[in-house]
Every structure is written in structure tokens, then in C-alpha cells.
């Protein structure tokens, strides 16, 4: 499984939480234990830097700068883009802005390559595994599908 995978894997789990069964439900608590331990160190890996978090409010402001306004004079946003008055305007102040954080930004895009090349690494974790007769018979086709990677396939006496 991919680290990439987890993310999935831990949304799927949070979403089968509701169902019943003392193991099911140990087992569902003891992986999203353990997939959030990972998640949160994937997500460290990701996080902005003080000065990438500046550059990035000045960019936003920008953009409000350039953007048009509806009657009562607030910024018109679409698809949480900002809907620029002057898009000519932006792009010239906007290559300004990035010429002077030049190496934030450098750094920035390095830091999401690493986090792309580690999102598709094979992940190291071990599964707490469930037994196939220990799922609740309430769960669905597309639940089930979502957490095979959690359900041990081997039978108990190991045949």
C-alpha cells in the first residue's frame, strides 16, 4: 500500500465507525490509531514555511487588489478564485512579487515534489487485520470494497 493510500484507507474507516460488532469496531479504532500517527507525519512533511505563508497573504492581497467587486464592495470570488478586474494588472505585480520571493517559492516547490515522491513510496505500516467473519453483516458492497486492505484473508486455523 502506498502512503498515498492511507489517506483513503483512514477516511474509509472514519466512515464504517457507526457500525457494530466489539472487533470490528477494536479493529476499525486500532488502524485509524495507527494511520493517523502516519498521516500527521506526511502532513509535517507538507506544511508551509513562515516565509512561504507570507508570501502567500501577499499574493492573496494582491489578487483582492486586482479583483472585482459586487455592489456592497466586496471581492467577487468563483470557485474560490478571485475575479480579476484587471488580470493584466495582477500578472505584472505578480511576477514582481514572485522575482523577490524567488527562493521561498524554489524551496516551496521542492518541498511538494519531496511530499509527491513520498506520497507514492510504499508504506511500512502493519495493519491491525480483521477477520472476515467478524465484519458486520449491515455493511455495504462500496464499505466493504474501501477497507479490504484491513480484512485478513487467510483463514483462522491458517488454511
Avoid: C, W
Avoid at 465507525?17 to 477494536?26: A, D, E, I, Q
Amino acid at each position: 500500500m502506498k502512503n498515498k493510500d492511507l489517506i483513503t484507507l483512514e477516511e474509509s474507516l472514519q466512515k464504517v465507525g457507526n457500525l457494530t460488532g466489539f472487533k470490528f469496531v477494536y479493529a476499525v479504532a486500532k488502524n485509524l490509531d495507527i494511520l493517523n500517527r502516519e498521516i500527521k507525519i506526511i502532513q509535517e512533511t507538507f506544511k508551509f514555511s513562515k516565509d512561504f505563508q507570507k508570501y502567500d497573504l501577499e499574493r492573496v492581497e494582491l489578487a483582492k487588489k486586482f479583483s472585482k467587486k459586487d455592489k456592497d464592495g466586496k471581492d467577487v470570488v468563483v470557485n474560490n478564485a478571485f475575479v480579476l478586474e484587471d488580470e493584466k494588472g495582477f500578472r505584472k505585480e505578480l511576477e514582481i512579487l514572485k522575482k523577490s520571493n524567488k527562493k521561498v517559492i524554489e524551496i516551496r516547490e521542492k518541498q511538494v515534489e519531496d511530499l509527491n515522491k513520498l506520497l507514492e513510496e510504499e508504506s511500512n505500516i502493519k495493519l491491525h487485520k480483521i477477520q472476515k467473519e467478524d465484519i458486520p453483516e449491515n455493511i455495504t458492497g462500496s464499505q466493504l470494497f474501501n477497507i479490504l486492505s484491513i480484512i485478513n484473508e487467510e483463514k483462522k486455523n491458517g488454511k
